[in-house]
Nanobody, 125 residues
Framework: QVQLVESGGGSVQAGGSLRLSCAVSGDTVNIYAGCWGWLRQAPGKEREGVAAIDGESRSTYADSVKGRFTISKDITKNILYLQMTTLEPEDTAMYYC?????????????????WGQGTLVTVSS
């Protein structure tokens, strides 16, 4: 059974920064391989892809966060990160990490398996 535990959310003012973490555990799971990513869902809106990283550590981002967010992974600890800078009120959402979440040619694909509870990010103006 795979467990994803997100943390690092909080309340910040616009322009601030946060680093989200996602601890991945499971008998046969390792973030070394495959695509992993982050999605978010704002109140009243559909879930949307934010960032993805593949087995070769190539990363892709939604246009709305390019240049502000950075996805990374620590394969020794099996932790996925999302460094968020220059936060905007529009970034307010529940953030989820996901297994099998990829991007190719600007299109998200994969099962986007979000087994965790998410972590809430609130950005005030």
């Amino acid at each position: 059974q795979v467990q994803l535990v997100e943390s690092g959310g909080g309340s910040v003012q616009a322009g601030g920064s946060l680093r989200l973490s996602c601890a991945v555990s499971g008998d046969t799971v390792n973030i070394y391989a495959g695509c992993w990513g982050w999605l978010r869902q704002a109140p009243g809106k559909e879930r949307e892809g934010v960032a993805a990283i593949d087995g070769e550590s190539r990363s892709t981002y939604a246009d709305s966060v390019k240049g502000r967010f950075t996805i990374s992974k620590d394969i020794t600890k099996n932790i996925l990160y999302l460094q968020m800078t220059t936060l905007e009120p529009e970034d307010t959402a529940m953030y989820y990490c996901a297994a099998d979440f990829c991007n190719a040619r600007g299109r998200w694909y994969g099962q986007a398996l979000t087994w965790g509870q998410g972590t809430l990010v609130t950005v005030s103006s």
